[in-house]
């Protein structure tokens, strides 16, 4: 384990108190997934113990850090247009500062890209370096440019400030990195070996978050499953002591791996009032010869009788996955596997993907490659197909009466909806007021849309 050094502290001390002007404003715009906005948090905590402020846009900001994903090509591309878009305001207000910073950071080779292409950019970092933001921005304040990528780090950091969204619901990342090396996936490669944070630190920060009026807390890990098995404890073990804590109303956790899924876990599930009925369960493929291709260690049969046990222990859960389409060598036959998983299971949602090569990923240099237009046609077929099942799944839901955390409003339309969500993931609006968010409140639902419900308070 490791926490920011003395000297680190120092240097977060010396930046706040004499070196960056009053009044800059940060913003930091996130790319991906909610590891990365968990990430964000923690920057923006050091962006302000630096003495930064919070943004209220990108215009109105002194320091734009891009925090970057690289799992699919797409996402990537998006980084570089925005960033190149950028020169003209850096050549008429030279004081504007740049970083860039994550997952497509942490890849040597792209880094170097950046650094090369787009000299305007003044900070660039991987994902192993965050808590040695405070030594980089002092030398970029000095006029320096910096660009720091080094080694996955085999240490788990602690202690780094975070500046949480403000509200009733964050996460709380319990371990890092990924061991599984799925053919696809760049993410071991950027986020390094499984890496748990001792339980301790977990149910202390838990704790703090109940104190400070969080109620709904988000576990986050790559595959939380396989939390603690580098430290003597187990994924379950974790949840039962978390359901203690007082003031923590909802637990939820993501991602699962299916091939870590215990017994254990169905039990707490099933067992702790707390633990949220919904799992995010990625499947990836239907077919036995892709899933092996993929190195996902588990069947088409296997994740079925998962699903069984899931909703045999757990009768009211709701299940969402991840699928790739057009993975190397994926024949009409192997989608029809994939879409007759997805008839079989009834997901409540899905997220779907159109196969990226990623450089160094086994996959990328796999034979029979897909063309674009192909796996185009696939993912619209499995989204057709998809929607029919969101929309049986959200057609059961009609009558149904149960407790929703007010996540937003959405003041667009004629009448003013509130938005939130059931504890099995389930999301419904209805009519409601801005004041609502952060409140949990008894909703029925009244009527099945394509993505969600529609329903009114109820007053018992
Ligand atoms: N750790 C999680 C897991 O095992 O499912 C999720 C990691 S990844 C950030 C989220 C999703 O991105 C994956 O579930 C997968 O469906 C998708 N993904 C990862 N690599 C991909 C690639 N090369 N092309 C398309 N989709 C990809
Ligand atoms: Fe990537 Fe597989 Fe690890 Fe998920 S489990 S992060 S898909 S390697």
Redesign the pocket.
Same mark, same amino acid.
């Given at each position: 384990m490791r926490g920011m050094s003395a000297q680190e502290q120092d240097t977060l001390t010396r930046l706040r108190d004499e070196i960056t002007p009053r009044g800059l404003k940060y913003y930091i715009e996130t790319y991906g #997934?909610q590891m990365n906005m968990n990430d964000s948090e923690k920057l923006a905590g050091i962006l302000c113990a630096a003495g930064f402020s919070p943004a209220g846009s990108k215009e109105d900001a002194d320091f734009l850090l891009f925090n970057t994903c690289c799992?699919?090509d797409h996402a990537e591309k998006r980084v570089f247009g925005n960033i190149g878009a950028l020169k003209q305001r850096k050549d008429e207000q030279p004081h504007f500062l740049i970083g860039v910073c994550g997952c497509m950071m942490q890849q040597e080779a792209v880094a170097k890209k950046l650094y090369k292409r787009y000299p305007f950019v003044d900070l660039i970092f991987g994902t192993h370096q965050m808590h040695e933001l405070p030594n980089m921005l002092q030398r970029v304040m000095s006029g320096e440019r910096v660009l720091f990528n080094a080694e996955p780090d085999s240490n788990v950091v602690e202690g780094l400030p975070v500046l949480r969204a403000p509200g009733v619901s964050t996460s709380v990342s319990i371990m890092f990195g #990924?061991n599984n090396f799925c053919s696809? #996936?760049i993410?071991p490669y950027v986020r390094g070996r499984e890496r748990s944070r001792e339980p301790e630190r977990i149910l202390k920060e838990i704790t703090d978050l109940a104190d400070s009026g969080y109620s709904e807390i988000t576990l986050l890990g790559?595959?939380v499953n396989s939390y603690g098995k580098d430290i003597g404890t187990t994924f379950p073990e974790l949840l039962y002591a978390a359901a203690k804590i007082e003031g923590i109303r909802r637990i939820r956790f993501m991602?699962s791996?299916p091939k870590d899924v215990s017994p254990a876990l169905i039990r707490a599930m099933a067992d702790l009032p707390k633990v949220c009925h919904h799992i995010h369960l990625?499947v990836?493929s239907g077919s036995d010869r892709i899933l092996r291709l993929m190195n996902r260690g588990y069947t088409h049969q296997r994740y079925l009788e998962l699903v069984a046990q899931l909703r045999g222990k757990v009768p009211d859960i709701e299940i969402t996955t991840?699928i790739?389409v057009g993975f190397p060598g994926e024949t009409e036959a192997d989608f029809e596997d994939t879409l007759e998983l997805v008839r079989q299971v009834g997901f409540s949602a899905a997220f779907t993907?159109?196969?990226?090569p990623?450089p160094g990923t086994r996959a990328a240099e796999m034979p029979d490659q897909l063309p674009q237009s192909e796996k185009k046609k696939r993912l619209l077929t499995l989204n057709e197909l998809q929607a029919s099942q969101t929309k049986k799944n959200n057609e059961k839901y009609i009558g149904y009466v149960g407790d929703i955390l007010v996540e937003g409003c959405d003041t667009r339309g004629a009448e003013a909806l509130a938005y939130g969500k059931y504890q099995n993931f389930k999301m419904v609006y209805f009519p409601g007021h801005a004041d609502m968010i952060g409140q949990y409140l008894r909703v029925g639902v009244k009527k099945a849309q394509k993505n969600s419900l529609i329903g009114e308070i109820i007053h018992e």
């Open positions: #997934c799992v699919r #990924c696809y #996936c993410v790559q595959n991602t791996h990625p990836q991840d790739i993907f159109m196969y990226s990623r």
